[in-house]
């Protein structure tokens, strides 16, 4: 079959028609993101009979439309309670959270909605136009360069400790101390565990990330009466769509903002086993490196919302790519669609494109019409949702730490994980009392286990020559621009202080 213009206006009629497939699978994946533990992966694995038994069209435009929907869904609490549906949006409460604080709810949503719709939209365009050249993107980047690629993310603790250094720091080396709970990579000696067989497998994130944000933050909740400020709910009481419009042209006005972190997104979603965690933090710290007012990040700064959300969008077409290519799952929900289409008899490989192209291409098609209609069905609800940060404390804080703790539960279904939630929930508590970011915490959680991992695969290739982590000429590359990114605003910073003879004039 060829492929030209006619064939992909065919393509997206065709996908068109699935509507009623799309749209109640987007409210479904909302729902199902907004939820801390639960993510399109475990679903579609609860739904797995279900998808098994339709047609394969049908059961990848629902593992498609649920991907997508789940990944904007988990920024939702994010930005409304502090409370991050998945990994993937842990950067989100940054700067999303702080306008919620301050009344800004619904517009924060809206640019949320936007930024996560345009980036996944703009990254699935890419990805069907340089597919081939993207696919090369996992042959290159091997353990050398992922170690790079973490230390982008990691280096974001030095960033939130630029506020308070020492104890930034100190947050960044507890969280790393904690990733490095469970068994040695190289010869499986427990580390930490303290005899608990639940922590032989490292801390498990889900528990770690409720814990950290959600009980700690419902435990600080609890002592106001209401979670936004005076002077915000005032701004909340005004009725209209005002807020939601002033999100939305906000969001579009940041278009280049959105193009480049999305980019991010989509580059690093080509790399199996990366995922949307490392994207949105690497985002973030690229979006905070090289902004003119980077001192606002942190205070409810648009930039530091719609970085990471536009990232973990971009993450969701380029996941896709290596499956379909090469056959290797980039995530936890592209290894389910594997088995499901596996079970149908498709064959992966270039081959698919030739023999099955309205197939191959469908699933970008798909993901691309989904984008668009969550934008006309979700961005309208923005007003309704923002309005659940008027609900008195008393009674917000114990329904966070039910439904947040049922999600700790979930992804291992260990009674173990509820009281290692709860026990985040208090190290969080005592950090957020005591002056310390939890972000910086989380970071070295989820970072830290995959960096030495990394770290230690080269050492072995390398026979322990650490010079290898200099050995490899894309790895210097992105070393460079490690050193620049972080070094350069340094620099700029002093260039824009006017100097003491010219502030005396």
């Known amino acids: 079959m060829e492929v030209d213009l006619a064939f992909f206006a065919e393509l997206l009629a065709h996908t068109l ?30 739904l797995l009979p279900l998808t098994l038994a ?13 991907y997508c929907a789940s990944r904007m869904g988990a920024g939702i609490p994010a930005i409304l309670v ?8 842990a950067a989100t409460p940054l700067d999303g959270y702080p306008m919620t604080k301050q009344g800004r709810g619904q517009q924060a949503l809206a640019m949320s909605f936007v930024a996560s719709t345009l980036g996944g939209l703009l990254t699935t365009i890419i990805a069907l136009a340089a597919m081939p050249m993207l696919a090369e993107v996992g042959y290159y980047m091997h353990a050398v360069e992922m170690i790079v690629v973490m230390l982008f993310g990691i280096s974001l603790i030095a960033t939130i400790a630029a506020k308070d250094t020492l104890k930034g720091l100190i947050a960044g080396f507890l969280g790393l101390m904690i990733g490095s709970i469970g068994s040695d990579v190289v010869y499986a000696t427990p580390r930490g565990t303290m ?3 639940e922590l032989y497998d490292g801390i498990p994130l889900i528990p770690a990330l409720v814990g950290l944000f959600a009980v700690s933050e419902a435990f600080i909740i609890i002592e106001k009466s209401s979670i936004i400020t005076e002077e915000g709910r005032a701004t909340m009481q005004k009725p209209g769509w005002g807020a939601t419009l002033e999100g939305t042209f906000l969001a579009l006005s940041k278009w280049w903002h959105i193009t480049w972190t999305s980019l991010i997104g989509l580059i690093i979603g080509v790399i199996p086993g990366a995922g949307a965690s490392i994207a949105s933090f690497v985002a973030y710290q690229q979006s905070r490196a090289f902004s003119k ?35 290797i799952p980039g995530g936890a929900t592209a290894a389910i669609m594997l088995v499901v289409l596996q079970y149908h008899g498709v064959d ?18 798909a993901m691309a019409v989904t984008y668009a209609l969550m934008i006309l069905t979700i961005l309208p609800l923005s007003r309704y949702m923002s309005r659940v940060t008027l609900v008195r404390t008393v009674y917000m804080a114990p329904v966070i730490i039910a439904f947040t703790l049922v999600g700790s539960f979930v992804p291992r279904e260990y009674l173990f994980d509820l009281y290692l939630g709860l026990a985040f929930g208090v190290i969080g508590y005592i950090a ?39 050995s490899s000429n894309l790895g210097n590359i992105l ?18 202080k006017p100097k003491p003879t010219d502030a005396a004039l």
Do not use: C
């Open 348 to 365: 992966f490989g270039p081959s698919l494109f030739f023999q099955q192209p309205e197939l191959a291409y469908g699933v970008f098609m």
């Open 479 to 496: 070393w460079a621009l490690l050193a620049a990114s972080i070094l350069l605003p340094i620099f700029i910073d002093r260039f824009r």
């Open 195 to 197: 005899g608990f067989l």
């Open 17 to 46: 028609s699935f509507w009623w497939v799309i749209i109640p699978t987007i409210f479904l994946g909302l729902i199902v993101g907004a939820i801390p533990g639960f993510s399109a992966a475990n679903t579609i694995i609860i």
């Open 54 to 66: 339709m047609e394969v069209e049908i059961g990848l435009i629902f593992m498609i439309a649920l």
């Open 82 to 89: 502090n409370i991050p549906g998945t990994a993937g949006a």
């Open 432 to 470: 957020r009392k005591t002056g310390y970011h939890v972000a910086a915490i989380l970071i070295g959680v989820i970072l830290g286990p995959l960096l030495e991992t990394y770290f230690l695969r080269a050492l072995k290739k390398s026979e322990g020559d650490l010079m290898t982590l200099f």
């Open 293 to 327: 007012t980077p001192e606002l990040y942190g205070t409810g700064h648009p930039e530091g919302l719609i970085a990471p959300e536009s990232a973990n969008n971009g993450v969701t077409s380029g996941t896709l790519i290596p499956l379909l290519i090469l056959g």
